[in-house]
């Protein structure tokens, strides 16, 4: 039997591995979407705080007083901040929406403090959208190619043969991303969630504030709105990434001539009503519906497909079924070894993002703490980097220890047991050999001894503190820093110093690292 055909085992568990790759992908997109959505209140706060602490502080105003009291001008920063955010977005509609408040800003002669505040908490909103936008469109980018080629190559796995195939092109991948689905775009769709949680939010200070209600108040209410925004901002990326999934997997069905597709169901407890009568159903992919046969069914739908397997024996076996041309008369391996360049580079890109991904978030997570925002900003951009650019990544694998010798450990949190035996001794003699210089020359010789035992031993603590080989941290530590006063008899006892020549000493070897654990660390 040729390896993988009959097997529907090995059909479910690559084409759900798929699924999971594109989820884990969300994962990602949604911690950042939570530091995105995070502080919006806060920010939101101190407008309402303005307010009640200059006009409504122990007042009992009716509306038009405080209409009156809060009347003001808007400030030119907000009418800047509307300009920056037209020209951040592609999105028409956004445009439209923007347009409009900025040429309400240009017409109109003054507005309220209240209308400034509402125009403000527009804002902030409008600004997580784009970071929305910026943050997610990269993690779909990836998904749509990943899932792509990660398709092409089960099926060929699964059937044992090679298969001709195009290269997906950026521009097919970004007419994926960009095509709507259910009725509008995935950028749509965040215009509508900033525009909806913004309109809330904008309610809940106009009728706080006419109605008198208390700044406690207002604020739960806004944080409500705040998880609200959040929780709408996951579902749609979850939903999203699946969407993505499904539309490469889709491709490569038509691509390859598949005239059929089995339905495959997440089935758990969290499997919906409109889900599990579909599940295992052989559809064709002439009557493929996304949303009636074909997944994303609905938000949060974890559905994916996968090719029947009684079709997959006769597609693999009988090259004249279907699209014939589609197959070669050859194994797997064969055709493996017969890919040109590029494709090979694009398999094993995407094999090794989806093998590595474990291993590549701590390198993204290590080496951003390092290079800050010289790095890129999310784990998507590393990998693309990493396996598409090796002269860059290499470039900052080369730099990487300078750049951690000249970082103070205070700026250093992210790093801490983190770093590896050698990175942390390089770091510690790079540290030790700034002692002499940072020290206070103009005070006596044994003031400046003792900055220097003090700076050394301030060193070795926070070096074993960024060490990741907790063992050998443990071995370290068993040689307690000295104090001053021992070390100072030390040098008496064992190199018989007295007087000054303790002190100079003392200062000398500050700057120097013990031989045999450099050694231990692998520093020559």
């Given at each position: ?115 400034a505040v509402k125009q403000n908490i527009y804002l902030y909103f409008a600004e997580k959208g784009i970071r ?23 099926i060929a796995k699964g059937c044992d043969v090679g298969i001709n195939f195009s290269l997906i092109p950026k ?342 690292t013990n031989k045999k654990y450099d050694k231990i660390a692998g520093v020559e």
């Open positions: 039997m040729k390896r993988g055909i009959g097997s529907a085992a090995y059909w479910e568990r690559v084409a759900l591995l798929r699924e999971i790759s594109a989820q884990k992908h969300a994962g990602r997109a949604e911690a950042e979407l939570r530091r995105v959505y995070s502080g919006t209140v806060k920010d939101i706060d101190g407008e309402i705080r303005k307010i009640f602490n200059r006009y409504s502080k122990d007042l009992d105003l009716t509306r038009e007083e405080a209409e009156r009291l809060i009347n003001a001008g808007i400030s030119d920063e907000t009418s800047l901040k509307l300009q920056e955010l037209l020209a951040a977005t592609e999105d028409p509609q956004q445009r439209n929406e923007l347009m409009k408040r900025i040429h309400a800003r240009a017409y109109g002669a003054r507005i309220s403090r209240l209308e929305e936008i910026e943050a997610t469109r990269p993690v779909y980018n990836t998904i749509v190619e990943e899932s792509y080629y990660r398709t092409v190559h089960d521009r097919a991948i970004d007419e994926i991303v960009a095509a709507p689905w259910h009725g509008a775009q995935f950028s749509r769709r965040v215009w509508n969630n900033v525009n909806d949680v913004a309109e809330k939010a904008q309610g809940i200070i106009e009728r706080g504030l006419m109605g008198h209600k208390s700044y406690v108040k207002m604020a739960q209410e806004l944080q409500a709105v705040e998880q609200t925004s959040y929780y709408n901002a996951s579902r749609l990326v979850r939903t999203q990434a699946n969407h993505f999934l499904n539309q490469a997997e889709g491709k490569v069905y038509d691509e390859l001539g598949f005239e059929e597709y089995r339905y495959l169901a997440t089935l758990d407890e969290r499997t919906c009503e409109k889900c599990a009568p579909l599940d295992n159903r052989i559809f064709k992919m002439s009557e493929k519906v996304e949303g009636v046969n074909y997944p994303t069914i609905h938000p949060h739908c974890r559905c994916t497909t996968t090719v029947p397997t009684e079709y997959a024996r006769r597609w693999a076996r009988d090259p004249l079924t279907g699209k014939g041309h589609k197959i070669d008369n050859m194994s797997y391996d064969e055709w493996m070894n017969s890919l040109t360049e590029e494709q090979r580079e694009a398999f094993e890109k995407n094999v090794k993002i989806f093998k590595n991904r474990s291993s590549d978030k701590i390198l993204f997570e290590k080496y951003s703490q390092i290079y800050g925002k010289e790095f890129p900003k999310t784990l998507e951009k590393f990998q693309e980097m990493k396996y598409t650019d090796i002269d860059k990544w290499n470039a900052f694998k080369d730099n990487k220890q300078d750049r951690l010798n000249q970082m103070d450990f205070s700026d250093m949190g992210g790093l801490v047991g983190k770093l590896g035996n050698k990175e942390v001794r390089l770091w510690y003699k790079a540290h030790d050999e700034k002692i002499p210089d940072l020290i206070d020359q103009s005070l006596p010789l044994e003031q400046q001894a003792r900055q220097a035992c003090e700076m050394r031993n301030t060193n070795r603590t926070n070096a074993r503190e960024l060490m990741k080989d907790q063992k050998m941290r443990e071995k370290l530590e068993k040689r307690r820093n000295k104090t001053f006063d021992e070390l100072v008899e030390h040098k008496k006892r064992r190199y018989g110093l007295s007087g000054d020549d303790i002190y100079k000493d003392i200062i000398r070897s500050s700057a120097t």
